[in-house]
């Protein structure tokens, strides 16, 4: 191979990782893209989790209380307050992101037992819901 098609190789490699998005990335992306428009919504399959967790610390160091009205999302900033509504009953709580996850593939949320419980979930376990970013958080 010539010195120039591996110096261009090489220079191509490094711009498409340059193009790659880390987590800190897309936090601050998610929440330009609020401030550009008035809401950031989101769609997909929501999760809880309670008894297994409580107690335990929370990623943002928070201990875990599962009766309280809070969430986990993966990107999203600490302290995010967010909308969530579940698609087949219409009903809404409104949640607090303290932690990190789901950490499933096809999950966008993880909502406490409480929360889970205001939008009738508890039954089913998943639900497809709405999300709608009401105000970032600044904690990272």
Known sequence: MRTSTIVYIGLL???VMGCTSSPRFLIRHE?????????YVLDGIASYYAEEFHGRKTSNGETYDMNQLTAAHQTFQ???????TNKETGRSVVVRINDRGPF???RIIDL???AAE???M???GTAEVHLEVLEWGTEN
């Open 78 to 84: 600490f302290g995010t307050i967010v909308k969530v």
């Open 122 to 124: 508890i039954g089913p």
């Open 118 to 120: 205001k939008i009738g």
């Open 112 to 114: 406490s037992r409480a």
């Open 13 to 15: 490699s490094m711009l």
């Open 104 to 106: 499933l593939k096809d």
């Open 31 to 39: 929440a330009e893209a609020a401030t550009s428009s008035s809401t």
